[in-house]
């Protein structure tokens, strides 16, 4: 499948403040991120507070500007641009964000809103309007009454499927997901997948899905690239990611998230209080260091219980573990595979 | 509502509660603002008001009071004949005060509405991009603000003709500097909102972000501002009429029949308390009035019934 | 769980039948129906249910802070042997420790965080203020945060989102309470914190004996930190019992719908049809009947009971969820 979005080396800066007197320097919130998403995949990225995936989501849609790198979308470079039209160039990548009820205009009933992405893009007639608006309402199944009302009457899947609506209007190839699941019960969760499985599907679209969310990032993605501090630690299919990680860092964070464990077999006895498993790996160790203070070397080695004076030296570079997975660890070959609780196979 | 085997979403709103689906304008906003009593008083003040400004020369008992005088009648005590009393001259108070509310209104709407056909702007322009140009105005404002109201009618009425229209230029000049600050306070605020956020990610232009979505958000404040705006011009205006510098003789605005009474004080009690009392009405209205609509409007505010 | 013989100690906590209703703009809500819990001493519930379903009234009645006009038809909530609904969960205070779900939002920025934590110990616990200041920093320790001396001083922007989450939880135990509430403390915390908290509170409340009742959406987070849990649905409760039992086998149709759900466990991807209803505008009979593949006409007729079951199980449903594999789940 040929690449419909990707990224050499990005590194896009925040807070840099050129006052007149002083310059305070900014953080790199993405220091350095390769990225290939093919056409027609679910790519997911995974990480925690402050790895930077939103900044990258904003730099790779044009709201936010590079530093250094390269963005190419279907195969044109569209980074370098000056900021008021770096956004034009790539509207064919569209951002559906964590929160979709506040990212609607409170005073706006949900069909003007809809309505105004297509006048914006040249769609001007009231009946056509109306047209296609019933009818990406009802491919994201809602009825087309939920028009005429206020975002904040809507419930949080209600309001995640308008948020979906607004930009599938606007003809997509790519849709940045940001955390679209957070939030939502459990039953809302499961349609709401669904539903961008049916929409991938029917519209053509490439997900590109941003998630903290490890059992539902296992569930929906084809491949995904974990990031720690502004870098991509590792990146490979879901099935290898999760069965087999290798980075410390991968290895540790799917430890820590809790998994609901398969049934017990019938007739077994399953453990009174199932853990997560975390008794044998520790939990990790400190608080993340701040984006000001980047460890020297490997930025995770303060955390690693793998660490050697190696690690502190020098940073390592993504070395390829097997087809399509690539790990940023210079110890990745002694640890041995732990064999994870988040296989694939069904219980 | 729902439909038992189907993917998709046909309920409608989870909240029990508010299905009103007010815009500024519309009935809901009206209903809305109806079973709220402090504001339901307000309204009925302001129209009350309006009533009687439209209707003023059939209302009146004695229109004729505006310019004639009767000094016969001259200080008589509330009576049947004269509900509200004669004042110096032996007119109708009850008429001049009727007839007052005309000029009050006027003034109170003219005044507000240019400060904020020159402030609000302003606010809009500098509220949206941190540059030299935001600076400047946010300056400029600041400059304005510092210059008190009375001052600045005493010194535009040395430059123009004293009178009324003086008066209220002076007031809006001296009035706009709220409603930038207040726009400005409000579209900085509202620029990083994940909804403007959102408008230039699908390719909305700063015209028709600032134009179309902040405006209308920042609403509210606007409104709030306006109505005190119109309650604080109506007790300025009444102050430069008393101290001479407003509206001139004969006319039965307020502040000047306040001012003329000083000199009748204590005896004829009835001569600036009347006037006094619309005063208080009509401001009073106007602040219960503005805050009930800014409650009201608001689509996201509802209350539960206690 | 404990397999002690020795004559059964009345709970700690126990809710009774409470009912909660309100007066809203859209009708009557009926917010909690009938709902029977309770926590033995030592043990961890957990109360878990999508929106709608009322844990957060539920909660708000144990501590003794359900809204003005909120109307309480029936029902008893019982901490300690003491009826806390008659005065207000009074009796209650001091000996019940909250902990709130946002770290970020419920500390005053305004303020140190030891001096907040220290005058909930004024109002509650005995004692000097040097006394307190003592147990505060014992406290600290206890909870891990980092130089905990240190810490009475600073302020709550000072902390990172994890060691909020433990200023809370050590504010919780400022007057040494029997029962600990918590309300989904980890919702908006990273991965790996959220280990570190849950790790926490297993310690604290095996080391002090506490009782800990555990709200939450996530079962992940369930099955790792509770003994027992309680199914809500719509205000009533669908199912309870041993945590490991039910996630393994549940009974009740709405359990295993949900469960099937999640994205550890989904064959494929479904939701469950239909809504959770408003409040407003409650099913006759059993709340989740509009929705359940196993509907019959009686369960339209009158609420199910809670039926009890083997191993210290319960159901409000009479009919056998097992059979639901062979029904439609999409």
Redesign the interface.
Known sequence: MPEILGASGLVVELGARRGLLRHQAGVRAVDGVDLSVQAGETFGIVGESGCGKTTLARAL?G?QREADGEIRLEGRIVSGREPATA??ER?AV??V?Q?PG????????VGAALA??LT??GVRDPAEQRARISETLAAV???PAFA???P????G??QR?IGLA??LL?RPKVVILDEPTAGLDLS?QA?VL??LRELRGRFGLTYLFISHDLSVVRRVCDRVAVMYLGRVVEEGTARDLFEAPRHPYTRALLAAAPRLPPPARAGGQGDPLQTSGAADIPSLPGDPPSLRAIPAGCRFHPRCALAEPRCAAQDPAAEVVGPEHSVACHRWREAAPVPSQHSTEPA | M??????????????????Q?P??LRSGALRKLLRDPVATLGLAIVMFALIVAVFAPWLAPHPEDAYESHLLQRLQAPSAEFPFGTDNLGRDILSRVILGTRSALVVAVSVVGAAMLIGVPMGLVAGWKDSWLSELLMRVTDVFLAVPQLILALALGQLMAPGLTTAMVALALTYWPFFARTVFAETRRLRT???V?????????PA?ILL??VL??A?PAILVRATIGMGFTILTAATLGFLGVGAAPPSPDWGLAISEARQHLPEAWWFPTFPGLAILLLVLGFNLLGDGLRDAAD??L????? | MHATPAPARAPLLSVENLSVQ??????L?RILDDVTLAVPRGTTLGVVGE??CGKSTLLRAILGILP??AMVPKGAVIFDNTDILEDGAKSARGRIGFVPQDPYLSLNPVFRAGDQILEIMRRHAPGTRRDHKAKLIELFRAVQLPEPEAALAKYPHQFSGGQRQRLLIAAALACDPALVVADEPTTALDVTTQQEILALLRQLTAERGLSLLFVTHDFGVLAALCDQVVVLYAGRVAEAGPTRAVLDAPRHPYTRLLLACHPDRAEDL??I????P????QPEGCRFH??CPLARPACHAAPPPVLPLAGGRGVACPYNAEELPEM?L?
């Open positions: 849609l709201l956004r034009r509207a569209h951002y964000h929160d506040a990212a609607l205009d409170p005073w706006w009933r105004e992405g914006i893009h199944g809602l009825d005429e009302r206020y904040h009457e809507l419930s899947g209600q499927r607004r930009i606007l809302v349609a669904r539903l | 729902s439909g038992i085997g189907l993917p998709s979403d046909r309920s409608g709103p989870v909240r029990s509660g508010s299905v689906l815009t500024f909102s994940l909804f956020d959102a408008l230039a990610s699908i390719g909305a232009s028709r179309l979505h209308p958000n609403a689509p996201r509802r209350r539960s019934r206690r | 309100i007066r809203t703009d859209g009708g809500a929106s709608g003005r006009g479904v939701g049809p239909g809504t959770v408003a409040a407003t505008a509009p929705r439609v999409a």
